[in-house]
């Protein structure tokens, strides 16, 4: 009401008056600066309403009389006065742009400066209820502002200035609310910094004042001397500076110029995120407000900076700089991940790590590393952090992405430096257990890569040296696991089949890691492994040429590198070798003692590949190849002969029921001969194992029956088939009355007499002749037979009444026959093993392959 009536025309009038006859120098007690106090202090109660704000925005002159009254420095209760009535004023966004236009800023800024911290300031006290009725400003108004101590009410003063600058820019709740200036926290965010701008928006500015009054320097804020006494200067500069602004001659400073402020002690740090990089490196445990965002503006930087790892010439102070601060950045975001581990996650989001993913992009040869002095030490960085990622499920997700590994495997090729390239193998060893790496390092040249790495490189084969051997180690370990991966590691195999020999393969698979990383350095030739030092320069030589050109297809843009379907690498060492279930059979057949890694896969693999090489041979008439099907049969033999409980393992798995099956079907083929010699062989030795016999006694055609049928071959099948049916009818097998009774099925008793009987002519054997001592062998066999056969049983009284009466079973029954035995018998291989005739080529015909 009074401004409609002219009061508040009155009042300006008033103080337009009081500010031209009052001296600066006016103290609190001098009557003008009273009227003054008041005259402000009622303008201020009437600035609380919007029409009075309405009012004062048509007369800036008086909004600038107000702030001129701050110049009072010896009279506390009329700046006190003015600066509650500008913050009054500040509730009309009209206002505050008037106010920041006339240069309100410049006046209130040092204020903000006179705080004194070391005094107490607990005579204020900032409470609000649960309505927000009371506020700071209510309680300093009501208190008594006649202060006989000078600095007590500068404090005061400046805590009043901190609340008209908050109020100003918008920046407080509650009832103190003020319409949001944009402007405004643009001003303070380039005047104070934004980490130190954050301190207006606080209902008590105590702790901001500390700040500004003190140094600080954490990753979060800095404040000093020289920041004080730049942004006073600045001030004093735009107190001094007309705003030439039309309509408003009384105004000063330039806001334009203030909003792009800048701390030239500030110029040379790094802020990310509004985190002071350096610091934070510094002290990378210190608690952010949010880490995510952080290490997401890390990410943001570093992928618009990253073009600065291959700065070659940095005298500039500014490319220095740049590249300075990309290293710290990147060993910021490091930091975050290693200090914590689980916050790696944010990095696995395809935008951040496409940003960080440009500082390992392919670099040609056009590229000279040793000329980029940060180059190397950036990448370390980088690769070290991703390192750390690996150990996220998370991350490993994201990286395990067929382009990434390709720029990891090309960084192989040609890596930046020692370090570099160990850190990469270790991100590879991170990644090795994901389908997806497996696939690339059998399709993208992958293991090319790796293979030329852990193969002797130069004419120094045995070269030794502790980098070397962690590369070879890094490397093999990450093959080995890269095969054991479940859905493409047999993809990798079958591509290093092509290249490496079957022995070094068997060993990548298998393991350990350090023995097979001597395996590609020490000349061997053992059942298992044949390698020597031209075998791996040749290798090494063909790796490299490979590797080449991979790396000139995929620097061009061709991730997938495939090899001709008809590509194997060929050693002339090996060439008439045969590789079976890990073992190379020649040599094992040279020495069969030799302890295997896996005798049990050896025996499948031999049992595999003679029956499918055993049924191609028998099916043919003429030209027949014994070779491989009385090679295979002798290594089993030797195998089960030092290995015994194999035949167990050969019986579980359906062997005994193939082999009987197999010699029905070839005993009568003359030309396959020695095929089912290989096959009866086979079955004597397996045989041995009870577990065996009982087996026999469930197959089908009957194995009785099919094992006399071979008598018909020849004296030494004769033997062995004897003997099988000796050791099948062992008292200890389970099914020895089956046996028994498929005995009787096929009238073997009556034959087994036959052989005994002396007054049978002669000469009836088909196949190879025998002499005396191999016919006393075979009469020792037929006799312990007929005693199994006569054994307690189901079938014993039977057998009993077709041999007692026997005139000549009586004759043999009561002799010692062991007699009919060569004086230097043993029992290693069976009676098969005492024979001394022509048979003993049938019986026993690896000896030839021994003496190879």
Not at 239 to 261: C, M, N, Q, R, V
Not at 313 to 333: E, G, M, T, Y
Not at 522 to 532: D, G, M, Y
Request: aromatic letters at 8%; glycine letters at 6%; charged letters at 20%.
């Amino acid at each position: 009401r009074q401004s409609e009536e002219g009061g508040l025309a009155i009042l300006s009038n008033l103080l337009s008056r009081l500010s031209t006859v009052l001296p600066k120098e006016a103290s609190t007690a001098f009557t003008g600066s009273r009227i003054m106090t008041y005259c402000i202090r009622t303008l201020a109660g009437l600035g609380a309403f919007d029409k009075v704000r309405s009012a004062i925005f048509s007369t800036p002159l008086l909004v600038h009389d107000v702030m001129k009254a701050i110049k009072y420095e010896n009279s506390p209760t009329i700046i006190e006065a003015a600066v509650h009535c500008i913050s009054q004023m500040a509730g009309s966004s009209d206002l505050q742009d008037l106010m920041l236009k006339l240069g309100v800023l410049w006046f209130l800024i040092p204020m903000l400066f006179e705080y004194d911290i070391s005094m107490e300031d607990n005579f204020i006290q900032v409470e609000i209820n649960s309505e927000g009725k009371l506020s700071f400003l209510d309680q300093f108004i009501s208190s008594d502002v006649e202060c006989t101590n000078m600095q007590l009410a500068k404090n005061k003063l400046a805590i009043l200035a901190a609340h008209a600058i908050s109020r100003l820019g918008g920046l407080l709740g509650g009832h103190l609310k003020t319409p949001r200036s944009k402007q405004g926290v643009v001003l303070l965010s380039a005047l104070f910094t934004p980490q130190i701008a954050e301190g207006f928006t606080e209902m008590n500015p105590s702790e901001l004042l500390k700040h500004l009054n003190t140094n600080v320097e954490t990753p979060c804020k800095i404040w000093n001397d020289k920041m004080r006494k730049e942004l006073l200067t600045h001030a004093k500069e735009q107190l001094e500076t007309p705003a030439e602004i039309e309509g408003l001659p009384y105004a000063i400073g330039d806001l334009a110029l203030s909003e792009k402020f800048k701390f030239k002690a500030l110029e040379n740090e790094l802020e990310i995120g509004r985190i002071y990089v350096r610091l934070y490196n510094d002290c990378p445990t210190f608690p952010l407000k949010d880490h995510s965002h952080f290490m997401q503006c890390l990410a943001v930087y570093i992928g618009n900076n990253s073009k600065h790892m291959l700065a070659q010439d940095v005298s500039n102070p500014a490319d220095k700089w740049s590249c300075d601060h990309l290293i710290s950045a990147l060993r910021a975001a490091l930091n975050v991940v290693t200090t914590l581990p689980k916050l790696a996650v944010v990095y696995a989001d395809q935008r951040c790590l496409n940003m960080i993913l440009t500082c390992i992009e392919p670099r040609g040869e056009e590229v000279d590393f040793g000329a980029c002095p940060y180059y190397a030490a950036s990448l370390e960085i980088v690769l070290t952090l991703f390192v750390h990622m690996t150990a996220n499920k998370a991350c490993v997700e994201a990286l395990a992405n067929d382009k990434i590994l390709v720029k990891l495997y090309l960084m192989l090729y040609r890596p930046a430096s020692k370090n570099a390239l160990i850190l990469v193998l270790d991100i590879l060893q991170g990644l090795a257990k994901t389908p997806t790496t497996s696939w690339s390092a059998a399709t993208q040249a992958g293991g090319i890569y790796l293979l030329s790495l852990v193969l002797p490189q130069g004419d120094d084969y045995s070269e030794e040296d502790d980098y070397v051997e962690k590369v070879q180690e890094r490397s093999i370990s990450i093959l080995m696991t890269l095969c054991a991966e479940k859905v493409n590691g047999i993809r990798l195999v079958t591509f290093l089949q092509r290249f490496l020999p079957p022995g070094l393969v068997d060993q990548l698979k298998e393991g350990p890691k350090e023995s097979t990383r001597k395996a590609f350095h020490i000349k061997s030739e053992t059942p298992e492994h044949v390698w020597n030092p031209d075998m791996a320069r040749k290798l090494s030589k063909e790796v490299n040429r490979l590797k080449l050109l991979a790396a000139n297809a995929q620097l061009k843009g061709t991730l997938n590198i495939p090899l001709k379907d008809e590509y194997k690498f060929q050693f002339q060492e090996l060439d008439n070798e045969v590789f079976v279930g890990g073992v190379y059979v020649r040599l094992f057949m040279k020495q069969p003692e030799f302890p295997l890694r896996n005798p049990k896969r050896f025996l499948e693999g031999l049992l595999k590949e003679y029956f499918k090489v055993a049924l191609r041979e028998s099916q043919k008439n003429d030209g027949v190849d014994n070779t491989m099907p009385v090679l295979l049969s002798a290594a089993t033999v030797s195998l089960l002969r030092i290995h015994k409980l194999l035949s167990e393992h050969a019986a579980s798995l359906g062997y005994i029921s193939s082999l009987v099956k197999f010699i029905e079907r070839v005993y009568s083929n003359a030309a396959a001969s020695e095929v089912c010699g290989s096959a009866l062989r086979l079955a004597h030795q397996l045989s041995v194992n009870v577990r065996v016999a009982e087996a026999l006694a469930s197959v089908k055609p009957e194995a009785t029956n099919v094992f006399m049928r071979c008598f018909e071959i020849g004296l030494g099948a004769k033997i062995l088939a004897l003997e099988i049916i000796k050791r099948s009818l062992n008292p200890q097998n389970r099914g020895r009355d089956g046996l028994v009774k498929q005995a009787l099925d096929c009238k073997l008793v009556q034959a087994l007499l036959n052989i005994l009987d002396w007054n049978a002519q002669e000469g009836k054997e088909k196949g190879i002749s025998a002499n005396n001592a191999d016919e006393g062998t075979q009469r020792v066999l037929v006799v312990d037979i007929i005693h199994l056969l006569r054994k307690d049983g189901a079938y014993a009284e039977v057998i009993r009444e077709m041999v007692d009466e026997n005139e000549i079973w009586k004759a043999y029954s009561q002799q010692k026959h062991d007699l009919f035995l060569p004086s230097n018998a043993n029992d290693s291989t069976g009676v098969a093993g005492l024979l001394t005739g022509t048979a003993a080529q049938y019986a026993l015909p690896s000896t030839a392959y021994n003496k190879d």
